[in-house]
């Protein structure tokens, strides 16, 4: 299965890495926040929909993405790249003012 690494957390963000190798997958979630994806390593990510249909991500370092929450899909490596991205939540609190 896929492996994530919660590099920072605030009551503000979130911001994750996720690696997803050859042949593994996320399982089916629901993002409960609105977020962007930055790609790092990878070429294409499945994205399976809740009525099962299917979009292909092209995971290009130079082409982060947004996505609203309530999104809700399972993602798939079926390519011979590892996938590695970082995933930043909005989690919905102000950032306190210094």
């Known amino acids: 299965m896929a492996a994530s690494h919660i590099d ?12 997803i190798e050859p042949g593994d997958a996320i399982e089916f979630h629901v993002h409960e926040h609105d ?4 790609p790092r390593e990878g070429s294409e990510m499945h994205v ?9 991500a092209t995971m290009s370092p130079d082409a982060p993405y947004e996505r609203s929450k309530g999104s809700s899909h ?8 590892r996938i590695v991205f970082t995933e930043i939540e909005h ?6 003012a210094e």
């Open 8 to 19: 920072f957390e605030s009551a503000s963000f979130r911001i994750t890495t996720w690696t």
């Open 35 to 38: 977020y962007v994806v930055i």
């Open 48 to 56: 399976i929909r809740e009525d099962d249909s299917e979009l292909v």
């Open 74 to 81: 399972r993602v798939e490596n079926r390519g011979s790249e």
């Open 91 to 96: 989690l919905g609190q102000p950032i306190p």
